[in-house]
């Protein structure tokens, strides 16, 4: 009888444990069709591998540290970071005291030309996305802060203003809007040629992609170059110095 009750007990415990297993596989809750369980936000759970070379040389660590698991920089603890503009009005951006590099060394005129630029991009998207009729007014107040931001922070207005645009048209929804535009300011500084940055942008769109997917295709994207553009310098440089021995 002991040995009958002790055996049952054994069973019992065995049983627990490879139930437990099947529940927690993988080290997400399953309901009991193995399906994540509900009220567990997976969506930022992206799917990309990102190799330690593809990470440019030149980042901090604290922006190292935020490229683990298919996520660049912004996307620290699974909680994706963008302009933080909050319903902040277009045009209110100046108060960040933000403008393109450069800008010190620009004269008057040049300076009102691009100020004149960026006003017309924010009236143009402006009536394009309160034609969409699927953004609130909030919403599109972040859109157009998106777009003045990418701007200020040195990417060519026509090339913030043409993404923001087909974005709209798109119907994508304003997180995506906000999270890409802030990775198209990852090139500034960096020598992308945003002409054909533009026309990868605008491929990835036409092929679905949107979000978070889009937004880390162009991080990935503006790494590449930008190693391959170190490697060019490098070699040239080496070039240079074999010639004057």
Known sequence: MVKTLRWF?????????????????DGKPKGSKGNAVKGKDTSLEVKVSILPREIPPDFSKEEVKEWKKGRPPGWSHGRKVGWKGGNMPPGQAKKYNLYPPGWKTWDKKKRNAWENELKIAIKVV?????????????????????????????????????????????????????????????GVGKGINYKHLDKSVHKKLDKGLKDDELAIGIYKEIAKHHEENLKFKKNSQSRKEVVKE
Request: aromatic share 6%; with cysteine; glycine share 6%.
């Open 126 to 186: 402006l009536g394009k996305a309160k034609r969409v009729k699927i953004y609130t007014k909030a919403e599109i107040d972040i859109i157009l802060f998106s777009l003045e931001m990418t701007a200020r922070k040195g990417v060519p207005i026509k090339s913030a203003r043409s993404f923001v645009e087909k974005s709209v048209k798109k119907k994508m929804k304003v997180g995506g809007i906000e999270t890409t535009t802030r990775a198209m300011t990852f």
């Open 9 to 25: 007990c054994i069973w019992t415990i065995m049983s627990l444990l490879i139930c437990g297993q099947s529940i927690v596989a």
